[in-house]
Nanobody, 123 residues
């Protein structure tokens, strides 16, 4: 099973940017990958994902135009711009089993999870 470790979270003010990283134990080109987040008292929700080939990306409506997902070899990234207080959450990187070529903004069928990194947007 793929091991994932996030980094890059922190406290920022509204309008600022952060880049999250997720280091994987294997080559990410074999996996559909994504980012999820969970705010206190809420369910885990999909933020963005990219399919196994890298040819298709999905974004939640709430982050479209502000967040960008990418990957390079063993690392995936989430560039977050124009952050808002409602973006405050624990962010998790995720990877689906190699049998799945597509991704979805649903935590169902995710094969591997990172441990999470806190992002707090507050003035």
């Amino acid at each position: 099973q793929l091991q994932l470790v996030e980094s890059g979270g922190g406290l920022v003010q509204p309008g600022e940017s952060l880049r999250l990283s997720c280091a994987a134990s294997g080559f990410l080109d074999y996996y559909a990958i994504g980012w999820f987040r969970q705010a206190p008292g809420k369910e885990r929700e999909g933020v963005s994902c990219i399919n196994r080939s890298g040819g298709s990306t999905n974004y939640a409506d709430s982050v479209k135009g502000r967040f960008t997902i990418s990957r390079a070899k063993n690392t995936m990234y989430l560039q977050m711009n124009s952050l808002k207080p409602e973006d405050t959450a624990v962010y998790y990187c995720a990877a689906w089993s190699p049998v799945f070529k597509d991704c979805a903004l649903s935590p169902r069928l995710v094969g591997s999870w990172g441990q999470g990194t806190q992002v707090t947007v507050s003035s």
